[in-house]
């Protein structure tokens, strides 16, 4: 008999009522209340140097005095006090050959925030500024950049698509329908967004940790220019109607996905050329991480798309396996790569243990692989797929606990530069949802929460959960924490933090809301009420995904002018360029 | 002895080969085994129209909201008779062309219901048309997009003899225009008609796994439980055309709240149009016979929901009746 054993372990008095005592059921609540805590901790840690500051302020007596000797100022002196000042500043301005201190009342300090300002204090700006080469910056710089465009682009999609399930008769071109756009948002925020940022960023830890140049910078641009091409027309005929069977994430047919293919291949190489030529004896782990992914991918791509096999359900086998991998041995890997590297180098510090950082790699290598039937729980594939399916989807706990306890004990000591770091928050969520969204997704393979959850926008959230959660958010880390170091230029703090709330906040609504309404959901459909019931009891929680998703997109639009901020290119530099170069040749 | 840390060959090689082995393990020759099933004999190949069709099905997207699986689990008895096997799926997943694979129709998300079983559950090719034109005019909390551009809006006189034209009064259409469904349109409803679970003449003994182990003590239904039967049948079976409010769809399928027929003392014409479908009135559209769909048992139940319901109340039908007419029915044919 067929029998799920979580449910033998449980036969005594069990009705549908108290489907609230299941394990996996247990075990998911707990996690997202540990998403809560983190973003109370934050928010309270923040609070706190506030109102230490406001505290200070008060009872600093001496400071009052001063204001007040300033308040009674008269105009005449007030006038003077300024107009030194000023004289003060231009005269700095004026010697760009610094030979000798100009003015004495030029003072150091040039910005000054108001104590009195209560959203936003001023955090510690990162003072190193690391030398790297010119092509480097720019490969970084490009990838990044259209990573930020796919990733502006991709939500509003998603943001469009989401709005249609509270108003679906927004408009009636094919080449917006629901069914279309879809795909259109998945594929760019996987193959734009997250793929793009995740290999900018590789070719500086690949090329810091073997402490050389990138093998070829011309490859890295061929491999650019082919992964764009293939996302921009992939979109264009998803939008057109031509895909590639409905299968997610391999919605762009073969020609297009070959594109792709080519340069994963392309960038491989380089990067494997790279490390080949190292000038230290070891290979980081970080570059364990980015390699493995880079041809475990390859590897995926052309067992995803060779035909001989999937006719009939050796397709639906392969979409399972393509799926789960697509998400497991590309991005979680490649991204754990880039925090080993990131996270120790934001902290200063080294990372707590390489020998769990080799554990999580194999297990990573090994259970992974094997779980990707756990989306076809109960359906015609072969039973014993399933379970090896859910067996290891239990197993994953092992990498993630692994990583997990190495990226704490790294951060460990380190919990009260959170409040004064712009960076480390971001880091903070993306490894807290690392561990919340991984756990809660093997407790949705076992056969009960499946039962429940399966079919319904439990899916969507847990998707979200991790894809952002984890991915978008370390993504962000990374490119906060290395982005004015190369380039100098730091966004507005106010700007990163609302960057911050908004995204986080905007996906706890989104996610809370649907697993709540996934699981009233599920409930309904095990009562075996009419279908429609389903749907009309979304509908709160499809407005409330809207507002969630809306607050994501909006700090992505903060992000992007962050971006820019950041890389643009000053001015003033290229003018004195242009100058050094006129000299020159005078 | 393989010096992973040191020797990039030996760590990229190692990684690439383990992953192959388990991905040809776990993916590979399961999905080779996967391709031996057989079709289900007499189960029917689709026709060119419907193969057509399934080619919309896949380019619209509808597989992100509608899956076509009907899960081993209690909770999928709704979707058809018993869980899909394998062969189920030997005519409709091949590969469509040279540039896209085979459909991946299993789905992995339910906004919709379940396909499995459409064609059997609404056989109504009117339905399905007006449905697709605008969901929201048949079923009123539908959130599905509208696929307005698989029709064509012309003027009545060039209405041709094969045209397929949706109701003019329902489509708010003005002056002399009418839409004509296009041919992908027609392709589309053939395909969604064709999705019909193949029954069995012996029902291979594939049980539905309960949520959770039940209990045996309980024993005889409750009245209330019985009218919610017939409330749910009723949903499952009547209420995509005759609506949840019983109040139909007014010029397509009529209002069963204050009928005359419903409303009957003598409830002998009621259950002989269920039992028998109905096309008397040129201004709806057909209903199709219900005998071979349901038990005695059901038609009573659906025939009690609706004579006591949204203003309704006329006295419960006794089976009896539905027992005689169910055999001269069988007697006529």
């Given at each position: 008999m067929k029998i799920n054993p979580l449910l033998i372990i449980q036969t005594s008095e069990l009705t549908s009522e108290n489907w609230l005592s299941s394990p996996g059921v247990i075990g998911t609540i707990v996690l997202v209340f540990i998403v809560l805590f983190l973003g109370v901790f934050i928010f309270i840690k923040r609070l706190n140097l506030y109102v230490d500051l406001l505290e200070k302020n008060t009872k600093d007596l001496t400071e009052k005095e001063f204001e007040k000797r300033l308040i009674n100022l008269d105009k005449k002196e007030v006038d003077e006090i300024l107009e030194q000042r000023q004289r003060g500043f231009k005269a700095k301005l004026k010697s760009a050959d610094i030979t000798e201190t100009s003015s004495e009342y030029g003072g150091f300090i040039k910005k000054i925030i108001d104590p009195k300002n209560p959203l936003f204090d001023e955090k510690t700006k990162s003072t190193t500024t690391i030398k790297i080469s010119e092509e480097l910056k720019e490969i970084i710089v490009w990838y990044l950049g259209a990573a930020v465009f796919w990733l502006v682009f991709g939500t509003l999609v998603g943001q469009y698509v989401g709005m249609k399930f509270v108003w679906p008769e927004m408009d009636n071109s094919s080449w917006l329908s629901f069914g279309r756009l879809r795909p259109v948002h998945t594929n760019t925020v996987f193959w734009g967004w997250a793929s793009m940022a995740m290999i900018g960023l590789g070719h500086y830890v690949i090329s810091r940790t073997s402490n050389r140049e990138i093998f070829s910078y011309k490859r890295s641009k061929v491999a650019f220019w082919l992964m764009n091409a293939s996302v921009f027309i992939g979109n264009l005929f998803l939008m057109g109607g031509i895909n590639n069977g409905g299968g997610e994430y391999r919605e762009y047919i073969w020609p297009v996905t070959t594109l792709f293919a080519i340069g994963l291949i392309v960038t491989f190489f380089n990067f494997y050329k790279t490390v080949a030529t190292r000038k230290i004896s070891e290979i980081y782990i970080s570059n364990w991480f980015i390699l493995a992914s880079l041809i475990w991918t390859?590897?995926?791509?052309?067992?995803?798309?060779?035909?001989?096999?999937?006719?009939?359900?050796?397709?639906?086998?392969?979409?399972?396996?393509?799926?789960?991998?697509?998400?497991?041995?590309?991005?979680?890997?490649?991204?754990?790569?880039?925090?080993?590297?990131f996270l120790p180098s934001t902290l200063n510090k080294p990372i707590y243990s390489y020998s769990l950082g080799v554990l999580a790699f194999w297990t990573q290598m090994l259970f992974?692989?094997?779980?990707?039937?756990?989306?076809?729980?109960?359906?015609?594939?072969?039973?014993?797929?399933?379970?090896?399916?859910?067996?290891?989807?239990?197993?994953?706990?092992?990498?993630?606990?692994?990583?997990?306890?190495?990226?704490?004990?790294?951060?460990?000591?380190?919990?009260?530069?959170?409040s004064k770091s712009y960076v480390l928050p971001f880091f903070l969520v993306g490894v807290v949802f690392y561990f919340v969204g991984s756990v809660q997704g093997s407790f949705q393979a076992f056969r009960f929460t499946n039962y429940l959850w399966h079919f319904t926008d439990f899916n969507v959230a847990h998707s979200h959960m991790t894809m952002y959660g984890i991915i978008t958010f370390l993504m962000w880390a990374c490119m906060y924490s290395i982005l004015p170091k190369i380039t100098g230029n730091e966004p507005p703090q106010y700007?990163?933090?609302?960057?911050?709330?908004?995204?986080?906040?905007?996906l706890i609504a989104y996610m809370v809301s649907l697993?709540?309404?996934?699981?009233?959901?599920?409930?309904?459909?095990?009562?075996?009420?009419?279908?429609?019931?389903?749907?009309?009891?979304?509908?709160?929680?499809?407005?409330?995904?809207?507002?969630?998703?809306?607050?994501?997109?909006?700090?992505?639009?903060?992000?992007?002018?962050?971006?820019?901020?950041?890389?643009?290119?000053?001015k003033e530099v290229t003018l004195s360029r242009k100058q050094t170069l006129q000299a020159e040749s005078n | 002895m393989l010096s992973l840390h040191k020797d990039h060959q030996n760590l990229v090689l190692l990684a690439f080969s383990v992953f192959v082995v388990l991905s040809i393990g776990v993916a590979i020759i399961p999905a080779y085994q996967m391709e031996e099933y057989q079709p289900i004999p007499g189960q029917k190949d689709l026709t060119v129209s419907e193969r057509k069709g399934l080619g919309i099905y896949i380019s619209e997207g509808c597989v992100s909201c509608h899956t076509q699986q009907v899960r081993s689990i209690e909770m999928d008895k709704t979707w058809g008779e018993r869980p899909s096997l394998a062969s189920d799926y030997y005519y409709s997943k091949q590969r469509m062309d040279i540039w896209r694979q085979s459909p991946s129709l299993l789905g992995s998300e339910r906004t919709g219901p379940d396909l499995t079983n459409a064609g059997n559950r609404q056989p109504s090719d009117q339905w399905h048309l007006l449905h697709l034109y605008n969901p929201r005019l048949v079923v009123e909390a539908s959130v599905m997009p509208r696929y307005s551009w698989l029709f064509r809006q012309i003027d009545t006189s060039s209405v041709r003899d094969d045209d397929v034209t949706l109701p003019r009064g329902i489509t708010k259409m003005e002056g002399g225009d009418v839409l004509v469904a296009k041919e992908d349109a027609l392709?589309?409803?053939?395909?969604?008609?064709?999705?019909?679970?193949?029954?069995?003449?012996?029902?291979?003994?594939?049980?539905?796994?309960?949520?959770?182990?039940?209990?045996?003590?309980?024993?005889?239904?409750?009245?209330?439980?019985?009218?919610?039967?017939?409330?749910?049948?009723?949903?499952?079976?009547?209420?995509?055309?005759?609506?949840?409010?019983?109040?139909?769809?007014?010029?397509?399928?009529?209002p069963l709240a204050g009928s005359l027929i419903v409303n009957d003392k003598n409830p002998e014409m009621l259950i002989k149009i269920i039992l028998m479908g109905y096309d008397a009135r040129q201004e709806y559209g057909v209903m199709s016979p219900f005998a071979d769909k349901l038990s005695d048992e059901d038609i009573k139940a659906i025939a009690d929901h609706e004579r006591s319901s949204w203003g309704n109340s006329v006295p419960k039908v006794p089976i009896e009746t539905i027992i005689r007419l169910r055999d001269s029915i069988s007697k006529l044919q």
């Open positions: 390859i590897v995926l791509t052309v067992i995803g798309y060779f035909p001989d096999y999937q006719d009939g359900l050796g397709e639906t086998v392969i979409q399972g396996y393509y799926m789960h991998q697509g998400v497991g041995m590309w991005f979680m890997t490649f991204t754990l790569g880039l925090v080993y590297y992974y692989t094997l779980i990707g039937t756990h989306h076809f729980v109960f359906s015609p594939l072969p039973w014993w797929l399933q379970t090896v399916a859910i067996v290891f989807s239990a197993g994953m706990f092992i990498p993630v606990f692994a990583g997990s306890t190495n990226f704490y004990m790294t951060m460990r000591g380190s919990w009260s530069h959170i700007l990163v933090g609302s960057h911050f709330w908004l995204a986080f906040i905007g697993m709540v309404g996934g699981t009233l959901k599920g409930l309904s459909w095990i009562e075996g009420n009419p279908f429609i019931e389903s749907v009309i009891l979304m509908e709160n929680y499809w407005v409330w995904r809207a507002v969630g998703g809306s607050l994501m997109f909006i700090s992505h639009i903060i992000f992007g002018y962050n971006f820019y901020l950041m890389v643009r290119k000053r | 392709h589309l409803v053939a395909y969604l008609k064709s999705l019909q679970q193949f029954s069995f003449e012996d029902p291979p003994s594939t049980d539905f796994i309960p949520v959770l182990p039940k209990e045996e003590s309980d024993n005889g239904t409750s009245s209330s439980s019985k009218k919610s039967i017939g409330a749910s049948l009723y949903q499952n079976n009547c209420a995509a055309c005759h609506q949840g409010t019983g109040r139909g769809v007014k010029g397509a399928f009529p």
